[in-house]
Each structure stands twice: as C-alpha cells, then as structure tokens.
C-alpha cells in the first residue's frame, strides 16, 4: 500500500511489470516513485521478482511491499479453481483469448502458462487489495497479464509502450482493442503499433516521453581534455544495443592516432565476444568492461566523459532502441552525444545541432563523429548547449509525469462516470 497521501477520487491501481527490481529500467521505477508522489495509490505486481545486488536505493522499499507469485504454488493453482468455479466459460474465454494473443510468438507455450497461472492469482489478489485499475508497463507479458485480469474480473487496463515489446511482439490488435488507453515514449513507436494493430485504434494510442528529472542532472561544464577522448557507452551488452561496432571503431580511432579510452557500462550474453573482440583488435588497454553498476556509479562516469555513444541497430530478431533513457541523460548533463540514427533517437538527437547522428553497423561513421569531437571543442559546446535545450523542453520527466498522472486519474473520473 502507499505510503504517500492519495488524492480524492483517483483509483486504485495495480502495476503490473516483467521484472522487478531491475537495474536497467530505471524508468519505470522513476514513474512509480513519481506517480506516488503525486497522490496516485497503487499496488505494485511483477511477473518475475529480479533478485538484484545492485538495486536502487528508491526499488529497496517498493520491492519489500510488491506483489510477487509462484507460478506453482499452491495460491495460483487455488486461483485458478476459484475462477472456474465462478464462471467456467469467463474462464475458458479468457484462457482462448491468452492463447490467441500470443500466436506465433517464439517461447508461447512455456511463457503463456506461466503467465496465465500468475495472472488468474494476480485477479484474486488485486480484488482483495479493492483495485480498480491495471496499468502494464511494456506490451508483452504484463499486457497479456492485464489481458486475462480484465476477462477475469472485469477490471479495466491501460498500457505502455516502450521499444523492444513493440518492435519485437506479436498480437498487438488484441491487447490494445481491450485496453482504455496506451501510452509509447516516441513517436516511432506509436506508428509502429498502429500499423500493427490498425489506424482505428489511432484515438486511444499517445505519445508521451519518459524524460529525466532534470533537478538531478544539473548542466556540467565540459570536463578538461586529457590526451585521451573518454568515450562512455551504457547499455545491456546485447546485439540490439551495437557496441561491437563501437570497438571496431575505437580500432579507427587508434589507427588514425586519435588518443582514446572506452568505458563500456552493462551486463548481457555479448560479453565474452564482446572482450574478446576487443582483445583480438589489441584494445584491452583502453577498452574496459564495468559491468552493470548502479545510477550512482553511472552518473560518475557520466561526469568524467568527454562524449556518450549509443551505437544502436536493429537486431536480429526485430529488437530495437526507442529513446534510450540514458542519452537524455547525457545530453542533460551536457556531454556531447553520438548515436545510430534509429528513427526513436532522431527525435532526441538532431544531427549537427542536438548531437551527431552515424550510421547503423558503420564503424567508420561512428570513428569519424568522434573524431570530430575529439578535435572540435567549438562544435562540442555548441551540442551541448543544444542538447540541454532539447531535453528542458521536452524530456524534462516531471512535466511529463503529470501528464502520465493526469492520463491515469482521467481513466478512473471515466469510469465513475460510467457507473454513476
């Protein structure tokens, strides 16, 4: 339960999320720490509780009062038989209806049981618990969980969006048709989910983006220039997120005598190829892994680069960045950007005025956007400046949380609405 006053007449959520706590999505928990703090009174559910040495400070309490299930334990077994003996056909709908969403979706008949046996104790729990509303952050499997709640119960939901669950999912028309409202960070993404879905559904999808609070990203000066470019790249160590075209650009950079360091921030499956590529160019001087870290850490480093690079692509299996968070923040600190030019970052990262933009799998791009950093501190002030700019007037998290707020209280006046 909140540990925050609420407001008059807002409803009583449920988040649902994939994984919690997890380090990399410091989003989403800025969003519930942010929404609390505007009088929204939620309850906090994750399909999956992600044990974490380096959790948040702000996760420690939420992850002691979230919903956490067992898809085997005795609770989801008994809620599955208290749904059916409710109503059999409510319940075979909405198993039909589980089913039929994830369709041609790799992993569909390991992961669809699973959720559907936490979903059904979910229900049960979030009736106890007096939830009037469900909110799923990402359109995959809390959304096919919210999916079956809804049948379940008759308990509304609304969603949001982000970049790998869109680009990536399958049965988008079914989700978002029995869904009040869905919200995606950019606008790419909002016209990949009509596309997928259909244009009628064009009224209930809006773009709002995630942004930073910008009270703890204070503009720094540009640091002093050593004879090395300190170049700093955070990301999950993924092929999606394209940092083996970073090295191989860092190998440019060397052959063309530009003085360099890379600290590469993130954890995933690509970091032993990813070492020892870097070995193999004879980088492991000035190459270093740190692994996931947590915000402090990442701000450190932050502070110390000369320049950030996301070096984004689409991957093999359709995954992609929209706006990675950590670019806003690089570019709210005041550090030069350098990024793919993903269409997500081309809202961020207007080339030559916000940030240089490269190209998808383009070592030599990315070699080339450096080097003009490393070389020109005049353009370097001049992205900055830019870029800080952008960020204040657009991705500034605390304007746009209220417009999250407002969107989630809306939905719940609505409701009253409807039943009064």
């Known amino acids: 339960m909140s540990t925050h ?6 409803p009583r959520y449920a988040f649902i999320t994939s994984r919690f706590p997890q380090l990399t999505e410091t989003f989403i928990l800025r969003e519930l720490r942010g929404l609390e703090e505007r009088g929204l009174d939620f309850e906090l559910y994750a399909i999956t509780h992600q044990g974490d040495e380096h959790m948040q400070p702000d996760a420690v309490e939420l992850d002691r009062r979230a919903n956490y299930f067992n898809w085997r334990s005795g609770e989801a077994v008994a809620a599955q038989w208290h749904w059916f003996r409710r109503s059999p056909m409510r319940w075979a709908r909405a198993l039909w209806h589980a089913v039929r969403a994830s369709a041609g979706t ?6 669809v049981p699973v959720v559907w046996m936490i979903a059904g104790a979910m229900a049960r729990r979030m009736q106890q618990q007096g939830v009037q509303r469900v909110h799923a952050h990402w359109i995959t499997y809390p959304t096919l969980a919210a999916m079956v709640i809804n049948e379940l119960t ?12 869109i680009y990536g999912g399958t049965g988008m028309e079914p989700r978002i048709a029995a869904a009040d409202l869905v919200l995606t960070c950019t606008a790419d993404g909002r016209r990949e989910l009509l596309a997928r879905a259909g244009d009628g559904y064009a009224d209930k999808i809006r773009i709002l983006y995630h942004g930073s609070d910008l009270t703890r990203f204070d503009f720094e000066p540009l640091p002093t220039r050593g004879a090395a470019l300190r170049i700093l790249c955070v990301a999950s160590l993924l092929d999606y997120k394209g940092q083996r075209y970073l090295i191989d650009a860092c190998r440019i950079l060397r052959d063309r005598g530009v003085g360099f360091e890379l600290v590469l921030i993130g954890e995933g499956t690509l970091r032993d190829e990813l070492e020892a590529q870097s070995a193999r160019l004879g980088l492991g001087d000035v190459v270093h892994f740190m692994g996931r870290q947590p915000h402090q850490v990442v701000r450190a480093q932050l502070d110390a680069c000369d320049v950030f690079v996301a070096p984004s692509i689409e991957g093999a299996k359709g995954q992609m960045d929209g706006i990675p968070n950590v670019l806003v923040e690089a570019m709210a600190v005041g550090r030069p950007v350098v990024a793919t030019g993903r269409p997500g970052i081309r809202e961020l990262v207007i080339d030559g005025t916000t940030g240089l933009l490269t190209g998808e799998r383009d070592p030599v791009s990315i070699a080339d956007a450096l080097e003009r950093v490393a070389s020109d501190p005049a353009l370097c002030e001049r992205l900055v400046a830019a870029g800080r700019k ?16 407002q969107a989630l209280v809306r939905l719940g006046a609505a409701d009253g609405a409807a039943t009064g």
Do not use: M, W
């Not at 790799?106 to 992961?111: E, G, N, P, S, T």
């Not at 008759?154 to 669950?165: F, K, L, M, N, Q």
């Open 106 to 111: 790799k992993d569909a008949l390991v992961r």
């Open 5 to 10: 006053g609420t407001i008059a007449n807002t």
């Open 154 to 165: 008759g308990i509304p939901y609304s969603i949001t969006a982000h970049a790998g669950d």
């Open 390 to 405: 952008k960020v204040e007037e657009e991705h500034d998290s605390a304007q746009n949380l209220d417009l999250v707020f």
